[in-house]
Every structure is written in C-alpha cells, then in structure tokens.
C-alpha cells in the first residue's frame, strides 16, 4: 500500500513570512496527526483529526498555527507568521482508527526560519 | 508535556556486538512501541507490545513489557551499519479511543563497520 505521503520536504522561509504543509494520508486510514520534531527530541503531538473533526488540539498554538481535513482525507498544516524557534520537522501520521495505537509516518517537511 | 525517560542517550558500538536500551517512566502504560527513525525519513514501527510481561521478537530485535508497565527495553543482536538510526520508545496510557502516545526523547545508535 501507498505509504503517507507529505510535501514540500524542504522549506526555507524568513521569521514572520507563512508557510502550509500538505499530507495525503494513507488510504482508509480515518485518523490523521500532525507532529513538531525539534531536533534532538522526540515527536511532539500537534493536532489530531478523526475523519474531519479535531480530536485533541491542546498542543498546537492556536495563534500562529492552524490545521484542516475538510474532506477527511487530506490535511494541510499552516504556519503564520513563523517564528525562529517553529524550525523543525513536520511529521504527518495516520491510524485506521483514534483507538489504534500504530501510527504510520510520512518523511517529515523540513522547516528552516530565518 | 509528560516525556519518557529514555537511555542511553546515544551509543558508538562496533558492528557485531549487541546493544541494549529501555524506556522508564513513573506512569503505566497500556502499550509499549519501538520505532526508528532514518535520517531525513519518518520514525518506522518495530515492535508494538500490548501485555505486561510481553516479549516480541522482530529478527534480530527483541523488545519486552515491563512487568510493572513502567518500563520497556529493546535489544538488537549482531548490529549491522544498517542498523544506524534514531530508536524511539512510545507509551500509551488510554485503554479506549482517542489515545495519545507519550514518546521518549530517542537513543541515537551509530555503528562502526
């Protein structure tokens, strides 16, 4: 099967510009995640979505970064404005269901803010 | 945010010998998962541990549930250069839907042909 596939994989913005990542979820997966890894530490739970509805956002600044699945299939993660400190990677994952456990990664959209 | 205590921190060992790693916390866990992360890819499940006491084989992995549900530990045998890598433990506490993993801070494993 298809893995998670997520894109751009390299992004260089300057601090204060906006930038979206896109994840394409694997197919009849109904619960998709978006992760933070700073480097040097472990993922980080952003936001999770059950088709498309949030499950649990409580970690994701609401102020600078927001998250849609409009459909419940894809989702895009945005960031605006950027700050120095959101270089990292974004890692999108998805489950059969919010009561599975076994999550499966994309590669991951490198962020660098300058 | 709650983080599991994970050692060693990172290893330099010599391609054969066999390496050891676990993943404390002063919490239970329902379920304990080992994955490895590649450089530049996505973290990739290895074990998934479901039982107190559990030990799992995945080739040359081998990965147990603590009897306490406080602990886990992963060993690998004969390492190979392949076997470079980041390695994450993962616990989760909730016994119904909409679980959330507790993830450890990772042991960077590097391997000396």
């Known amino acids: 099967e298809a893995g998670v596939a997520q894109s751009p994989r390299y992004k260089i913005i300057e601090k204060r510009q906006s930038v979206a990542f896109w994840c394409n979820p694997i197919?009849?997966?109904?619960?998709l995640y978006w992760y933070q890894q700073i480097l040097g530490q472990g993922p980080k739970l952003l936001i999770q979505?059950?088709?498309?509805?949030?499950v649990d956002d409580s970690q994701l600044p609401k102020d600078r970064f927001s998250a849609e699945r409009l459909k419940g299939v894809d989702s895009t993660l945005k960031i605006q404005p950027a700050k120095l400190e959101d270089s990292a990677v974004y890692l999108c994952a998805s489950s059969w269901g919010a009561g599975a456990n076994v999550l499966t990664f994309g590669a991951g959209s490198r962020l660098t803010v300058l | 945010g709650q983080q599991l205590n994970q050692s060693p921190q990172s290893m330099f060992i010599q391609e054969g010998e066999d390496v050891s790693m676990n993943c404390t916390s002063s919490s239970i866990f329902n379920t304990w998962l080992w994955y490895k992360q590649d450089p530049g890819e996505g973290p990739v499940l290895l074990i998934a541990l479901y039982k107190a006491g559990e030990l799992t084989s995945n080739g040359r992995l081998t990965a147990q549930f603590g009897i306490t549900r406080k602990d886990s530990f992963l060993n690998i045998s004969a390492s190979i250069p392949s076997d470079v890598g980041i390695y994450f433990c993962a616990g989760d506490q909730h016994a119904g839907n909409n679980r959330k993993l507790i993830w450890g801070l990772g042991t960077s494993l590097a391997v000396n042909p």
């Open positions: 197919s009849g997966h109904a619960t």
């Open positions: 979505f059950q088709n498309n509805g949030v």
